[in-house]
């Protein structure tokens, strides 16, 4: 099983990055997917999830500025983050989990400036 996330980088406050997370070696239709962020010295938290049959769920930090999709043709997970704001730093995670298993992607960088 491989997820392999990527689309992080440096923007200013106020823009947008859409970070993707593509999976294989699982049954992706199958699995809910997430995006967790770990901040320096933080805990890591949930961003926002998305089920196996499409509901999404956000943090409220990131209500309304954060958009989780899925493509099951193509296997990957999507986060469209727009309004960034310096507190978004951080290493976003992807996840996948069904009743049985958990797999968790490396992490890509998220950096926003003021």
């Known amino acids: 099983v491989q997820l392999q996330a990527s689309g992080g980088g440096l923007v200013q406050a106020g823009g947008s990055l859409r970070l993707s997370c593509a999976a294989s070696?699982?049954?992706?239709?199958?699995?809910?997917m997430s995006w967790y962020r770990q901040a320096p010295g933080k805990q890591r938290e949930l961003v926002a999830a998305?089920?196996?049959?499409?509901?999404?769920d956000y943090a409220d930090s990131v209500k309304g500025r954060f958009t989780i999709s899925r493509d099951n043709t193509k296997n990957t997970v999507f986060l469209q983050m727009n309004g960034l704001k310096p507190e978004d730093t951080a290493v976003y995670y992807c996840?996948?989990?069904?009743?049985?298993?958990?797999?968790w992607g490396q992490g890509t960088l998220v950096t926003v400036s003021s």
């Open positions: 998305v089920s196996s049959g499409g509901t999404a």
């Open positions: 070696g699982i049954m992706f239709r199958l699995y809910a």
């Open positions: 996840k996948s989990n069904n009743r049985w298993n958990e797999y």
